[in-house]
């Protein structure tokens, strides 16, 4: 009996240590809807390219070149292919949408004059495609949840035996298996310029990576000259969050990884965007496009408390170490009894 009294008690007060030290799962993208790009404010787009899955922007969207939403559509399914929360402006070249289309003033602006006017039905290529009238979703909501993660996700310290090293030829990160946290000072980059080339990531098939690009609220970052994924490594699994990045120029470059710029606008002058991506406002030129072959399926634990001093615990985990003592107690005045009787 002593024994069982032992092992309840270490077990009771192992897990109250475990309550106290438990952790929150934060995938960043889950409130999402179902879309790939989302652009909080306004986005422009210029010459050919497209968003192979489902766009959101929460102001105006402007298009001035051949463009084309969800037409290569994947898993994912949004209440609207196409969400635009302001007007809809298309250019004199065309534009294609596979799927429902809702914007708030139900405008767009026909070449060569300034008068509002619907888009022609025949600019929706899916068969059940129809310009929606009522919103369809709480862009609202989907953008203060993405805020409050890209916070959260800022604060996390970087992992043990993270490894990186900037030259001119190649910037490297080399991570382990697991969570792993990788925090970078973008001031603090090759010759203190804050580009960001031939970046080149080397993890394994069982690693989620979050990487903080740090900037001063004024940086001006540039991602070229390629992106590769190491060990195993899938872009589903990476999230790049711009902390104080006012903007970021990709060129050149198909960026293998989620992106979260929550504050920080898109220069897409060349290349693509494999998975979900996130930012103010955005520019498409050239022949840069967002694609729908990844998306971010992992997720992160984010401590209950922080490291300092330690938190009062949770009324749970005070009962859990109340019963632990309790018990403790009863065990140690049975010894202490039994001890003197055979005394």
């Not at 990788?182 to 310029?193: C, E, P, T, W």
């Not at 080339?197 to 080397?202: A, H, M, Q």
């Not at 615990?313 to 009787?341: D, H, M, Q, W």
Request: glycine share 14%; net charge negative.
């Amino acid at each position: 009996m002593k024994y069982l009294s032992t092992s309840f008690t270490f077990i009771a007060l192992l897990f109250g240590a475990v309550t106290a030290a438990k952790a929150d799962f934060v995938n960043p993208f889950s409130g999402t809807y179902g879309y790939n790009t989302i652009v909080f404010n306004d986005m422009k787009q210029y010459g050919v390219n497209d968003v192979e899955g489902q766009l959101a922007v929460g102001n105006n969207l402007t298009t001035n070149g051949n463009f084309g939403v969800n037409l290569q559509a994947g898993s994912r399914t949004a209440p609207a292919a196409l969400y635009v929360g302001g007007h809809l402006h298309t250019g004199a070249a065309g534009w294609q949408v596979k799927g429902d289309v809702y914007y708030k003033t139900g405008t767009t602006d026909k070449p060569g004059g300034n008068q509002w006017w619907q888009p022609p039905v025949a600019d929706i290529q899916s068969g059940s495609g129809q310009i929606l009238t009522n919103n369809p979703l709480d862009f609202g909501a989907m953008e203060s949840g993405l805020r409050a993660s890209a916070s959260t996700l800022s604060a996390l310290q970087n992992t043990v035996g993270v490894t990186t090293s900037f030259s001119g030829v190649e910037s490297k990160i080399n991570v382990g298996g697991g969570q792993q946290v990788v925090n970078i000072d973008l001031s603090k980059l090759y010759n203190g310029s804050a580009d960001l080339f031939n970046l080149k990531i080397t993890g394994n098939s069982t690693t989620t990576l979050l990487i903080n690009l740090v900037g001063d609220g004024t940086t001006a970052l540039n991602m070229f000259g390629g992106f590769e994924l190491f060990g195993g490594l899938t872009a589903n699994h990476v999230v790049i969050n711009f902390v104080n990045v006012d903007s970021v120029n990709i060129y050149n470059t198909s960026i293998k990884a989620n992106l979260l710029g929550v504050d920080t606008d898109l220069v897409l002058a060349s290349g693509n965007i494999e998975g979900i991506n996130v930012f103010d406002n955005a520019v498409f030129n050239s022949q840069g496009e967002t694609h729908n072959t990844n998306f971010f399926d992992g997720g992160f634990d984010i401590p209950s408390t922080p490291p300092g001093p330690a938190a009062t615990p949770e009324p749970s985990t005070l009962a859990v170490f109340g019963i632990g003592s309790l018990l403790g107690g009863i065990f140690l005045r049975r010894r202490n009894r039994n001890l003197s009787e055979k005394a």
